[in-house]
């Protein structure tokens, strides 16, 4: 009788027979433990490389094959794939994630995992502490459920060394701010981000910027990504601020990124068209020239960074609240609003997202609120801002836009989504959606992009750019962050009216190896790192 073969392979495993001899006689690799075993998915890699049927293996927290594993092998956990894609954990290039992820109560990201990222770069358009060591102290001490990466912000930077002023800094303050950036590129940060849409960058010009983009420079691999200037027609318009950017890596050979790139507004739609020439030309010379975006034809900011003119927001909140109180200054400024509410597609297309002082306007639109109160809406504005103003979404982008630019090969994904406690407030979808959103409805619905090429834009396109080491792509010796993803099931769930909902469909997400969510349901693992230059 002839024996079986599994019973032919375990007379040999006893004998203790060597490997090599085992595959001799039986024609197939040894078996070998894992920690997880992810089999029969479709996995992209996050190459762009289209997808291919193969096993994952986990061990640790790398990833140690890839392929055609033997049945006979073991692992603590074995994931089922069957019908679904494997993907690398995504890469958040524009997280607000901080300060939230800092806090005990928000170091979970139950939001961010739940759309399938597990690295957030924060401290985006500008923002961030100028010295980063507390921040990351803080982000260890309440153990992250994703990695993170600290950038330094130009603003924080900024706002350390001259406050909120409006005007150039001396030679010494220059020079103090340089310090600063070395200071954090020394400690560990990846690159330097910019926002000169916002106070105190506003009150910044190009120079100060490239001063401060060569001190980034300096460090292997550094970038610089920018909230630019304009997104509309404010003031310089928003092609003349994606050239202000691709200027600064021109001047400094520095990596440069358009963040959450979009043409804001009805004066500006269609110059999508412009944009993209110019970063291929940009591209074409040489340079390192990149964009992010969230897949949502609505933005969210301050009410006063959207309406209010640049230097009536010198000083911040309460400096502005005093010179609204004032009856001249507040006509000159009112003047001012008239045209930054039209570039924001009027008082319909914006909607209050957080109000302190009265939360129950928060998921109004402004034109619903002034008809309640019997007001103009800029003078319903102007009250919200004297009572301490505002966080707003306003739908203002064209889809045709969103689609053109979406389509790039030298765009990355980002969500631009803060970390909030769930229920409070009227935000934006995209903290929750994001991803999910990109996959099922440009993706799957509507077939703007292939799924290889948005994996891709969401994770190895962004560990490239970033140089991220090791991570970004399911590969033997690559960290273990990677996707179970249900194509049937995976979408957003949060909507402008209901924002704070879950995605769905990210079936498994294992972070460093570990498993933080099972079966669409988090887990109490955390195991986030913070990822410095140094590591």
């Known amino acids: 009788m002839k024996t079986p073969p599994g019973l032919f392979r375990r007379r040999i495993l006893a004998t203790g027979l060597a490997v090599g001899l085992m595959a001799a006689g039986a024609g197939l690799a040894s078996a070998q433990d894992y920690d997880v075993l992810i089999r029969g998915g479709l996995v992209f890699d996050g190459t762009g490389a289209e997808g291919r049927l193969a096993d994952v293996a986990i061990k640790g927290d790398l990833i140690v094959e890839v392929g055609d594993i033997p049945q006979a092998a073991t692992a603590a956990t074995v994931v089922d794939a069957t019908g679904k894609y494997v993907s690398p954990g995504f890469i958040d290039t524009h997280s607000h994630a901080a300060p939230g992820i800092e806090t005990p109560e928000l170091a979970p990201a139950v939001s961010v995992l739940t759309q399938g990222i597990t690295t957030a770069m924060i401290n985006p358009d500008g923002g961030g502490p100028s010295d980063l060591r507390p921040q990351v102290a803080a982000i260890e001490a309440a153990r992250p459920g994703v990695n993170v990466l600290p950038m330094i912000g130009h603003n924080g930077v900024r706002r350390a060394v001259m406050g909120l002023e409006n005007r150039k800094p001396t030679a010494a303050e220059l020079a103090r701010m340089q310090a600063l950036v070395r200071d954090a590129m020394n400690f560990g940060a990846l690159g330097m981000s910019s926002g000169p849409f916002y106070v105190p960058g506003k009150y910044s010009d190009t120079a100060e910027i490239v001063a401060l983009a060569k001190v980034a420079a300096e460090f292997p691999n550094a970038f610089h990504t920018s909230h630019i200037r304009d997104e509309s027609s404010y003031d310089i318009g928003v092609l003349a601020s994606v050239a202000e950017l691709i200027e600064v890596s021109r001047q400094t050979g520095i990596t440069g990124v358009v963040s959450h790139i979009k043409m804001l507004g009805p004066t500006v739609w269609g110059q999508s068209e412009d944009a993209v020439k110019m970063i291929e030309a940009a591209r074409a010379e040489g340079l390192s020239i990149w964009g992010d975006q969230y897949p949502y034809a609505a933005s969210s900011t301050g009410l006063s960074a959207a309406l209010v003119p640049g230097w009536a927001q010198e000083g911040g909140g309460e400096a502005l609240a005093k010179r609204l109180q004032n009856p001249e200054q507040r006509a000159l400024i009112r003047e001012g609003m008239v045209e930054n509410l039209a570039r924001r597609a009027g008082a319909n297309a914006v909607m209050i997202s957080s109000h302190s002082a009265d939360p129950t306007l928060e998921g109004l639109r402004l034109d619903e609120i002034a008809r ?164």
């Open 372 to 535: 309640r109160k019997l007001q103009d809406p800029l003078d319903t504005a102007i009250d919200i801002l004297i009572n301490g103003g505002a966080g707003i979404v306003s739908f203002n982008m064209n889809e045709k836009d969103l689609e053109l630019l979406m389509k790039q090969p030298w765009m990355m994904t980002s969500s631009d989504g803060a970390l909030v406690t769930f229920g409070e407030g009227a935000e934006h979808p995209r903290a929750y959606g994001a991803y999910p959103r990109k996959l099922r409805r440009y993706v799957i619905d509507r077939e703007v992009v292939s799924m290889a090429q948005a994996i891709h834009s969401s994770s190895g396109l962004p560990a490239q750019v970033f140089a991220i080491p090791d991570r970004g792509v399911i590969t033997p010796g690559a960290y273990a962050d990677v996707l179970v993803i249900n194509p049937e099931t995976v979408r957003d769930v949060a909507t402008y009216p209901t924002p704070h909902a879950y995605s769905v469909g990210m079936d498994y997400v294992f972070v460093n190896g570990k498993a933080a969510v099972v079966e669409g349901e988090v887990t109490p693992e955390r195991a986030g790192r913070v990822i410095l230059r140094s590591q």
